[in-house]
């Protein structure tokens, strides 16, 4: 196959285009800033998407779905959201086109279709919903409306990368309306932990949970919760949101409820999501020069087999033994993939693959049949051995659990070695410069000086962990007194 990919320490960036692209996750698209999903990319999100729904549905959530379209006096009424989107709008100003008289084949807009309100492709979907909310919601027994939609939102981002910064991106958004501020802060961190837990056991990602500084909330949140993993270079990754907007969008639309005292109270909310960002966190996070790795729980594929033969026979005979072992495996649930395919040969197979990350691969050729046996090779660590075919089931199923857990335990490794404490601003600048990783360091709490970091160093306040124990410090750079440290760290 050649050197199919650029190596990650020649350029990480390069490395992880490369991979998105040879390992057939996704394509640039005749849109700008906009990609395509292939069909393998698209399986992954699937595995992933229906295991966060499960999650959803299993904490008393229901899907629905809610126009893409927003009217902009809509999207401008809570203005600290409208604000804080703003700069990222497509807007919808006409709804007709009509042949260009000077140009034949030619289209131009039709003025005569303006549309009396401009409409925004949502960027997210608070207002919309809060819209209808204040139509689904007059007494307390209306509450809690628990509701989360599966989605395509749009954010014209200028500089965009496949998967973690795209003009147009999938996502799930959460929307949830209580009856009190106690209700709505616990689904915040219930949601948050949802996340957590669907990327540190699904994705293999370990993950840090806590608190955005203000700097840092969504805009129109009363406070913004979040997770941020770690990449192989350094870089954090926000990898899920959650959101206690406490009563700002009750207030902007109006969405009062009868309490159990007959009094008129403002519904309390919430909003999270994660997006198919999460895939590049994946990518970045376990993959090597080699292509990716990806965790048994979510691969499209978890084991491949490839058969080795020379003549229609031996193929018959292989094929014949290999359905038997597929039907066993599929019995006990286990995503497998038989490839007899002649237009490549074993050695490429092999490479394709392993560039695609699937966690087993068997090879199973003449010989092995006369021998009952398979050579079973393990994804991660690349280790090959001969296995009896009487135990295979076994033996695949402690790799699929064995892989994931191994995968994780090496991510967390390399999360615990990268997070440094530091007292001083010199120690600071040296650790993002020569380290990477998360610095740990007090800070006054103010959002001048976090500006000023940003400005200095480009790392910003990831988040102030939730486990953050209270310590009597001082600010790295103004050496004010601080209550506690706070994460820092350059990211995506």
Known sequence: MGKAI????????????????KSELADYSAVRGCMIIKPYGYALWENMRDALDKMFKDTGHVNAYFPLFVPKSLFEAEEQNAEGFAKECAVVTHYRLKSDPDKKGKLIVDEEAKLEEELIVRPTSEAIIWNTYKNWIQSYRDLPILINQWANVVRWEMRTRLFLRTAEFLWQEGHTAHATKEEALFEARQMLDVYADFVENFMAVPVIKGSKTPNERFAGAEDTLCIEALMQDGKALQAGTSHFLGQNFAKAFDVKFSDKNNKLEYVWATSWGVSTRLIGALVMAHSDDDGLILPPKIAPHQVVIVPIYKNDEQRAAIAHKVNEITASLKQLGIRVKYDDSDNARPGWKFAEYEMKGVPVRIAIGPKDLENNTAEIARRDTKEKKTISLDN??????????????NIF??????LDDHITRVNTWEEFVDVLENKTGFVSAHWDGTGETEEKIKELTKATIRCIPFDAEQEEGVCVLTGKPSKQRVLFAKAY
Do not use: C, F, P
Not at 6 to 21: C, H, M, V
Not at 409 to 414: E, F, I, P, R
């Open 6 to 21: 650029t190596a990650r320490n020649e350029d990480y960036s390069q490395w992880y285009n490369d991979l998105i692209l």
């Open 392 to 405: 295979i089931m076994g033996e695949v199923i402690y790799l699929l659990t064995d892989i994931q857990s």
């Open 409 to 414: 335990n090496k991510a967390k490794k390399h």
